[in-house]
C-alpha cells in the first residue's frame, strides 16, 4: 500500500508564493509519471495543474504557465509545486497524484486560499 501526505498549503495576499510538497510512502519499486490537480469549488471537476514525468519532462496548464513550477526528487519519493506571483483564481484545493508501476494514488488534497 501507498500512502501521501500533501503539506505546505494555506492562506497568502495576490502576488505571494507557496510551496506544496506530497511525499509518498510505503512499497514503491518506481513512480512514473507524478502530477497536481486542482478543484476551485465544491462540485467542480478536478483540473490538471502539471505533470513531471521519470525522467523530468514537465507539462503546465496555461493558466499557470511561467508562474508555476513541478518538481521531483525520486530518491525520496517526493513532488513539489513552486508557485509564485498567486492570484485569488489560484485559490483550490491542490491534489497530488502518482503512478506506482501502473496503479494510481490520490493525496488527499490540501487548501490554498489566494486573497487580499
Known amino acids: 500500500q501507498v500512502q501521501i501526505v500533501e503539506s505546505g498549503g494555506g492562506f497568502v495576499q495576490p502576488g505571494g508564493s507557496l510551496r506544496l510538497s506530497c511525499a509518498a510512502s510505503?512499497?514503491?519499486?518506481?513512480?512514473?509519471?507524478m502530477e497536481w490537480y486542482r478543484q476551485q469549488a465544491p462540485g467542480h471537476q478536478r483540473g490538471l495543474v502539471a505533470?513531471?514525468?521519470?525522467?523530468?519532462?514537465?507539462s503546465y496548464a496555461d493558466s499557470v504557465k511561467g508562474r508555476f513550477t513541478i518538481s521531483r526528487n525520486n530518491a525520496e519519493n517526493t513532488l513539489y509545486l513552486e508557485m509564485n506571483n498567486l492570484k485569488p483564481d489560484d485559490t483550490a484545493v491542490y491534489y497530488c497524484?502518482?503512478?506506482?508501476?501502473?496503479?494510481?494514488?490520490w493525496g488527499k488534497g490540501i487548501q490554498v486560499t489566494v486573497s487580499s
Open positions: 505533470i513531471i514525468t521519470d525522467r523530468g519532462n514537465t
Open positions: 510505503g512499497s514503491i519499486p518506481k513512480i512514473y509519471n
Open positions: 497524484w502518482i503512478d506506482v508501476v501502473g496503479r494510481t494514488y
